[in-house]
């Protein structure tokens, strides 16, 4: 895979054959070509590779909310933004942890907060 492109769904055995760098690269070149302006571009790239990874592992959460977030009008980059606003929600929520146990309890929060996500609660929340 030499081209990434976020508006078509890699294909899975593909994008997981290839090394986490490789991915992040690929999708940092992707809004380097089109000239889309990123407050920090690696982090934008490494929560789109993650959520591609978790769409390529059949995670059912993430694959149910990409499409309800498509079917509610966004387009498939968007959904993956949407998704990826919740990913990074979690990620923060869980470095601010002591407990290890309790972050297996955030990753439920995860799970139910992608569950929850709809077009039109990211819309509103991040004003996309």
Known sequence: MEIYDP???P???EW???DEQERIILALDYHLAARIKLPEPDIHATIHAVVENQIAEGVGYVVRGMARLK???LSRH???HAIGCVLAEHIFDVLKLEDHDLGKA???HYET???KLTAKSWRKRYGA
């Open 16 to 18: 997981l054959a290839l």
């Open 7 to 9: 508006q078509t769904p």
């Open 11 to 13: 294909d899975p055995a």
């Open 71 to 73: 079917d509610g009008g």
């Open 78 to 80: 968007d959904a993956l």
């Open 106 to 108: 955030k990753l439920a």
């Open 113 to 115: 907060a992608v569950e």
